[in-house]
């Protein structure tokens, strides 16, 4: 607002009119007209900050000047204040219900008056930047294409921005739909997670914050980053209303599970890397101290790779490495790791193996005899037929090992005396004591 207000009044008396020039001129820009039309005509010709308007007055009445305005675009909002010598319940309802902001009686006082003006035209002002800053947010939130939603809790009711529909592939019937048809979109896998943050924030300090995923209208799910945080409470502390958005962000969480894939896998074979193995085989160690059962670990190195490599060249040696790594995730259960160090060299960890020492050996021994067999047919590798045999170190593992690097080596050490026996064979090692 620059300047001084501008204040149209409209009153078909004159004195009326005196008076209120009079008292306003020094604080507001004042504008006058005698009837409702002439108003009318001033306020579309330059629109007012606010109103004050009598309501009795010949031919078109302060209730239907107001009407008019109202009807308006342009002057709808502008505050209208009625002064009035009805004092009348019914007429000052008729005034409210009208969208009034004020009503004041005649006769009145100067000093009322001003700062009845002054408080509406603050509200008006507070009013505007509100929308004004309303309205950049929205913009803002359409820009950066994030979902707004605003959960109304005592009526079990969410409101949504185009944005949040947008995301989701939903139609525009989505806006507003109850609390509960949030809750089914959220994959089945995440809810119970979802559930807990939520409960926790209405419990404690008010901000949420969890990375779920959503269902889109096409079935498939959808990543997102929803935030919010509780806005207003009962008098009782109980939350009844809380606000936020939910961002996309699938892109960001496929960038990180092929992060995580490269750090963690084989880009040839697909199989666990040497970083993940350890951490598997510190995980399985630290269960065996607890449930006291045995695992087991074998060593692998393909006997005459490099020949392979050296006389048909390393695209053969890659094809063979992948056959070879599916044929040994065919031998062992899906709690179980097959890896590949590097070059020729893989590993399989078996977890779980049931029963004493005795027991638990006769089982790896049988699952390493059964990759023996697997990896000593022949490999069809393009038009070539190649055989290529495996060397196996075994050692069994528990809680009660020298660490990672111990059982590592035992491991190692069998696999070189498989070697040294000839090849094609497996060869065993003692756990620590």
């Not at 900050?49 to 309501?55: G, P, S």
């Not at 010598?85 to 409210?96: C, K, T, Y």
């Not at 958005?245 to 992060?259: D, G, L, M, Y």
């Not at 890397?273 to 060593?299: H, T």
Request: glycine share 8%; hydrophobic share 40%.
């Amino acid at each position: 607002m620059n300047g001084k207000p501008r204040i149209l009044a409209i009153d078909d008396t004159p004195t009326n009119l005196y008076t209120l020039g009079m008292a306003l001129a020094g604080e507001f820009d004042l504008q006058i007209a005698s009837s409702g039309p002439e108003g009318l005509v001033m306020a579309r010709e330059s629109p007012p900050d606010l109103i004050l308007l009598d309501v009795m007055m010949p031919g078109m009445d302060g209730f239907e000047t107001c009407r008019r305005f109202k009807a308006e675009p342009a002057l709808a909002k502008t505050p209208i204040i009625f002064v009035t010598a009805l004092s009348d319940l019914e007429s000052e309802l008729s005034g409210l219900s009208l969208g009034v902001a004020d009503y004041i009686i005649k006769p009145f006082k100067v000093e009322l008056v001003k700062l009845r003006i002054r408080n509406i035209l603050r509200i008006s002002s507070l009013s505007q930047e509100l929308k004004a800053s309303e309205e950049c947010l929205r913009y803002v939130m359409e820009a950066t294409g994030e979902g707004v939603w605003d959960w109304r809790m005592p009526d079990g009711v969410v409101h949504h921005n185009a944005s949040w529909c947008r995301i989701l592939g939903l139609d525009m019937s989505f806006l507003t739909h109850p609390v509960d048809t949030f809750m089914n979109l959220i994959h089945p896998d995440d809810r119970a997670g979802v559930q807990r943050v939520l409960g926790a924030c209405l419990a404690g300090d008010g901000v949420y914050a969890s990375e779920h995923r959503l269902r889109h209208t096409c079935g498939h799910y959808v990543w997102v980053a929803d935030r919010g945080r509780i806005v207003e409470r009962a008098a009782s502390g109980e939350p009844t209303r809380m606000v936020g958005s939910i961002a996309n962000i699938t892109e960001r969480k496929r960038h990180e599970a092929e992060i995580h894939h490269l750090a963690y896998f084989d880009v040839l074979t697909e199989l666990p890397n040497r970083r993940l193995l350890i951490e598997r085989l510190q995980q399985a160690v630290l269960r065996n101290q607890r449930n006291k059962q045995f695992g087991a670990l074998m060593f692998l190195d393909m006997d005459r790779f490099k020949h392979l490599n050296d006389t048909h060249g390393h695209a053969k040696g890659d094809e063979l490495l992948i056959e070879v790594a599916s044929r040994l995730r065919g031998c062992v259960r899906e709690q179980d790791t097959v890896a590949r160090l590097g070059g020729d060299e893989f590993v399989v960890m078996l977890e779980n193996l049931s029963g004493p020492f005795d027991e638990a050996i006769v089982n790896a021994r049988a699952v390493g005899n059964k990759i023996l067999q697997a990896l000593n047919g022949p490999y069809r590798l393009g038009e070539l037929s190649y055989t290529s045999t495996p060397s196996i170190g075994l050692t069994l593992f528990s809680g009660k090992d020298d660490g990672v690097d111990g059982i590592l080596k035992r491991a190692d050490v069998a696999m070189y005396a498989a070697k040294s026996a000839g090849r094609n064979t497996l060869r065993e090692a003692e756990p620590s004591s």
